[in-house]
């Protein structure tokens, strides 16, 4: 009996077949929807680039999802930035997906040699489906303003 699973060897997993053929349904259905999400994204970078003189949007000539953006803000504490974003209604990350709750900046901005001084700056926005134009226009504005009583 050692080594075998509890559910007998060959046992299916039906219903998780089930879940992943209609999971995977549903991601072809919302496949076209994307491009107006990755639209949206790119409108967000670039208002960020064009308004702030130090941000970056870290892996912007690398091919990335279209629902996410990565920007760093020189001189700035992304938490701080963070929390004034949640006070206002946008939900953002700091640092990347791997190191959520981490102080220091993650093994991934290191690895994509993120400088020091832009990394504890930095943001992850997720966009989707339900975001508008407007909801990133106004987060652009945050930013901005963010950065004019902020910056170093």
Known sequence: MAGRSAAGGGTENVPGLVGLG??????????????RVRTLRDRLEAASLD????????????????????L?????????LLLRLDGAGFCVSTGSACATGQKEPSHVLRAMAVPLDYAQGTIR???GHPTSSE????????CRGWWRRCAP
């Open 22 to 35: 209609r999971a995977a349904r549903l991601a072809l259905e919302r496949l076209p929807a994307m491009d």
């Open 51 to 70: 308004a702030i003189p130090e941000v970056r949007v870290e892996g912007a000539a690398a091919l990335r999802l279209p629902n996410t953006s990565l």
């Open 72 to 80: 760093s803000f020189r001189g700035l504490d992304g938490e701080a």
């Open 125 to 127: 926005v997720s966009l």
């Open 135 to 142: 909801e990133v226009d106004g987060l652009s504005r945050r």
